[in-house]
C-alpha cells in the first residue's frame, strides 16, 4: 500500500489509525479541538477545502458518518457529492473502480468510502490518480479511523490523559470495527489498560488485541473503569444472528444504572451509534449524566473537518509546491 503520509509527514489518505504515530494523531486532535462548536454556538464556516470536490461513496448504510462527513465538507467549502450507491451503477453491474474513474474524471480530490468488503480502501489508493486522496469511513469489520479519532477526543476532553486510565469496551467486539480503530488510537497515545467484555462467541480471536484483558462477566470487566464503551450488537455481520436473544444479552450483558455504579464514579459511557437501547444499554444510562454519547457525535463532525483540511493541505502542497 501507498504510504497515508507524503515524504513531509503530511495527511494523504487515512485508511488505518495503525502504524499513524502519536503526533500526527495528536495533530488532528488539535485540529478538530479548534473546529468544534459546540450545539447552541454558530457552526464553525472555513474556506480550507475552497475548490476541493469530496465524493461520498457508502456502500452500506450510515446515518451519523455519512451526515457529519457531509457537513464536515461543506463547512469548509468543499462541493460535496453524496453518491446514492445501493441503488446506482454497481447495482447495474458496473465496477467500483469503473465509478471512481468517472468521478476521477469530474475532478473529484477526495474520495469518502464504505464498504462491507476488506481491501476496498488499500485497493483504491493503488488505483486513483496521485492526486486524489482516499478516507476510509469504515472497512468491513477491520477498521473506522474517524471512529477511533472521535472516540479519542471525546476522551481527552474529559480525562485530559490516556496514560493510566481504564477502558472497558463492551459488546460484539469480534465484528467491531469501532473497537479495533478506537483501541489502535488508545495504545497510540499511551492508554495500557484496556479490557474487552463480551460473551466468548463475541470476542475477537487471541491474537487481535494482544495487549487487552479479555472477560465474559460484564460484572468484572467495568469495575474500575474509567470509560465504559458499549457497542451494538452487528446482527448483519453475524452468521447466525439467531442464537442471540435481545432479552437474555441486555440481562446478561446490558449496562444499566446498578451496573454502571461499579465503574469510577465520574466513568464516562460512550457508544459510537446506533444504539440499541434494552439490548446493549438501558435509555436512562444512553440519556443520564455520565453519557457522552451526544458529544461523540458533535466531535465526529470536528475530526472529519480535520482529517479532510490536513489532507486538502497536502494536496495543495503537492500540486504547488513552493
Ligand atoms: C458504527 C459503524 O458503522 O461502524 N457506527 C458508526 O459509524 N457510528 C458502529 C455500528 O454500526 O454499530
Known sequence: MRSQQDSAGGLRHLITLGGLARDALTAILDRAEAYRRFPGQPAYEGRELAGVTVANLFYEPSTRTRASFDLAARRLGAHVLNMDLQSSSRAKGETMLDT???????NTDIFVIRDSEAGLPEFLIDHVDPHVS???AGEAHLSHPTQGLLDVLTIRAHKRRFAGLKVAIVGDIKHSRVARS?????ATLGTTDLRLVA???LLPAENEFRAAQRFTRIEDGIAGADVVMMLRIQKERMV???SLDDAAYFREFG????RLRLAAPSALVMHPGPMN???EISSDVADGPRSVIREQVNNGVAVRMAVLAAIAATLTRQRHPL
Open 240 to 242: 447466525q444472528s439467531a
Open 134 to 136: 482516499v478516507i476510509s
Open 277 to 279: 437501547r434494552g439490548v
Open 100 to 106: 471512481i474513474y468517472t468521478l476521477e474524471a469530474m
Open 255 to 258: 449496562l444499566t444504572a446498578a
Open 199 to 201: 460473551p466468548e462467541a
Open 182 to 186: 478506537t483501541s489502535q488510537a488508545l
